[in-house]
C-alpha cells in the first residue's frame, strides 16, 4: 500500500490513483491544503531570507561608513593633539577654520612658523578647484598642520576638537565667498556664513575656558555707501549683494554672543585680498589665465563708463593684520556659556589705503606676463557688485599696528612669479610642490 507522502506527493506523473469516489472529496483537501502551507512555508522563509539581508548589509554599510569616516579614533586624535602642541614661550593653540582656503592658508603658516599651535578646518567644496586646495593642504601638512575635513556645522565634530584641545583662539576663516554666485546659489551662503558661524560660536560658547575669536568679515559690509575712504563708523545696513548681508549678519551675530555670553570677538573687514595661492575666482587670477591663454577677458565699466576700483590688498600684509588681531586679543569673560563680565568687541578694516582702477591692474600684468590682453569692455551688471571699495585703516593702525607695505605692482610681480611656477604658461597641469 503505498504511503501518505506518496500519494499526495507522488515521484511521477500517474503514480497517484483514485482509489474510490468516498475519499476522493478528502484527498483533494489535503493536496490543497498542503500546497497552501507549502508556499506559506516558502514564503515566510524568503521574508526571514530578506530580512536577514537587509540587516547584514545595513551593519555592512553602517560599518563602512564608520571605519571610513573621516574622523575620529586614536590615530586622529594624536594628530589633532600633535598639530595644536605649542611650541614657543606664551604661544596660542588656535584652530583655524578654512585653513584650506587662501587667506586660512597663509595664517596658518605664519602661525605655525613662530611656534603657535595649529589645528585647521575645511569642507574642501567645490566652489572652486579642489585641487588647489588640496595641494594648499600638503603645503601646511609639510609644515606639520593638520587640517580636519569637515563642515562647520557638524556641532559634534567641532565639539569634539574643543574637548581634545582647550583652543586659546579661533580663528575663523571659512565662509562662502564670492558677490555673484549669491544669485546661483543662496542657501550655501545662509549654510556656511550665516549658520556655520552660530555653530562655531555655540561651541566657543560652551567651552571651558572660552576662547578668544577673530573672524572674516568684509569690505562688502559697506554696501551702498559713497562716502570715502570707508570708515569702521559708517553704516553698513545697506548691502548691495547676499554675500554682504550674510557678513553683516555675521556682525550682528558676533555683537550679540559678545554681548550675552562674554565672548571676546574681532572682526576683520577684508579689502580685495591678492597674491600666490590665490582664489581662482578672483578677477587678477582668472585675467592671468585669460591672457595666457590668449582669450579675451571681461572687464566691468560703472555708470558713466567709470572704471571700477578696488582697495588690492596683498596677503602677507593681511596676515600682518590677522596676527596681530590674534595677539591683541583679550580672553573671553564666559564660562560654560555664563558671562562674567563685559568682553572686548573690535570690527577693524585691513586694507591698503591705495584704490587701483580695473584696467590698471590689468596693466601691470601685462608688463608682468610680457602678453597683451585682449580686453572687453561691458557695463557692470546688476550682480551685487559695487564701483569702487577703499580703506580708512587708522584704526588698526592704532589698535593693531597694522601698516601694509606692498603695492600693487610688487604684489602682483610676485603672484604671477607663483602662478607660472604652478600652473605654467598655459594653465596646464599643476607642477610638483
Not at 556682525?251 to 550679540?256: D, K, N
Request: hydrophobic letters at 35%; a positive charge; one cysteine or more.
Amino acid at each position: 500500500m503505498p504511503s501518505l507522502e506518496e500519494e499526495l506527493f507522488p515521484s511521477t506523473p500517474g503514480k497517484f490513483k483514485d482509489r474510490g469516489g468516498a475519499h476522493s472529496m478528502n484527498r483533494q483537501f489535503y493536496r490543497c491544503f498542503a500546497s497552501t502551507s507549502t508556499m506559506f512555508l516558502w514564503a515566510l522563509f524568503l521574508i526571514a531570507l530578506t530580512a536577514s539581508y537587509l540587516s547584514f548589509q545595513s551593519f555592512v554599510d553602517s560599518g563602512s561608513r564608520y571605519f571610513s569616516s573621516a574622523w575620529g579614533g586614536h590615530h586622529w586624535e594624536k594628530q589633532v593633539k600633535s598639530s595644536a602642541q605649542i611650541h614657543r614661550a606664551n604661544g596660542f593653540s588656535v584652530l583655524v577654520t578654512g585653513a584650506a582656503g587662501f587667506v586660512g592658508s597663509h595664517v596658518s603658516l605664519a602661525l605655525k612658523k613662530r611656534g603657535d599651535g595649529v589645528v585647521g578646518f575645511d569642507n574642501f567644496n567645490n566652489y572652486y578647484d579642489p585641487l588647489l586646495k588640496k595641494a594648499r593642504k600638503a603645503l601646511l601638512n609639510s609644515h606639520n598642520v593638520f587640517i580636519v575635513e569637515g563642515d562647520v556645522n557638524d556641532a559634534k565634530l567641532i565639539a569634539k576638537l574643543f574637548d581634545i584641545v582647550e583652543f586659546t583662539h579661533v580663528m575663523h576663516l571659512a565662509a562662502q565667498a564670492g558677490v555673484r554666485y549669491a544669485m546661483e546659489n543662496p542657501h550655501s551662503y545662509v549654510h556656511s556664513n550665516i549658520a556655520g558661524l552660530v555653530t562655531l560660536l555655540e561651541a566657543c560658547k560652551n567651552a571651558d575656558p572660552q576662547p578668544a575669536i577673530v573672524w572674516a568679515s568684509s569690505s562688502s559690509v559697506y554696501g551702498l555707501n559713497e562716502d570715502v575712504p570707508f570708515s569702521e563708523s559708517d553704516r553698513t545696513d545697506r548691502p548691495a549683494s547676499l554675500y554682504a548681508a550674510t557678513k553683516k549678519s555675521g556682525e550682528a551675530i558676533t555683537h550679540t554672543y559678545n554681548h550675552i555670553y562674554g565672548l571676546s570677538i574681532t572682526g576683520l573687514r577684508f579689502f580685495t585680498v591678492y597674491g600666490p595661492w590665490g582664489r581662482p575666482d578672483m578677477a587678477y587670477f582668472s585675467f592671468t589665465k585669460g591672457i595666457l591663454q590668449g582669450k579675451p577677458i571681461t572687464i566691468y565699466r560703472g555708470k558713466n563708463r567709470v572704471d571700477l576700483a578696488r582697495d588690492f590688498t596683498y596677503i602677507d600684509d593681511v596676515v600682518k593684520g590677522c596676527v596681530a588681531s590674534l595677539d591683541t586679543a583679550k580672553k573671553s569673560t564666559g564660562s560654560g556659556g555664563k558671562k562674567r563680565g563685559p568682553a572686548q568687541y573690535r570690527i577693524f578694516n585691513l586694507g591698503n589705503t591705495s584704490p587701483v582702477t580695473v584696467p590698471m591692474m590689468v596693466g601691470i600684468l601685462e608688463r608682468h606676463l610680457k602678453v597683451k590682453a585682449k580686453k572687453n569692455y561691458v557695463d557692470m551688471p546688476g550682480n551685487g557688485d559695487v564701483p569702487f571699495t577703499h580703506a580708512n585703516i587708522s584704526l588698526a593702525r592704532r589698535e593693531l599696528g597694522y601698516k601694509p607695505t606692498t603695492d600693487l605692482q610688487t604684489g602682483l610681480k610676485k603672484f604671477v612669479k607663483w602662478y607660472l611656477a604652478y600652473y605654467g604658461h598655459n594653465h596646464g597641469k599643476s607642477v610638483k610642490l
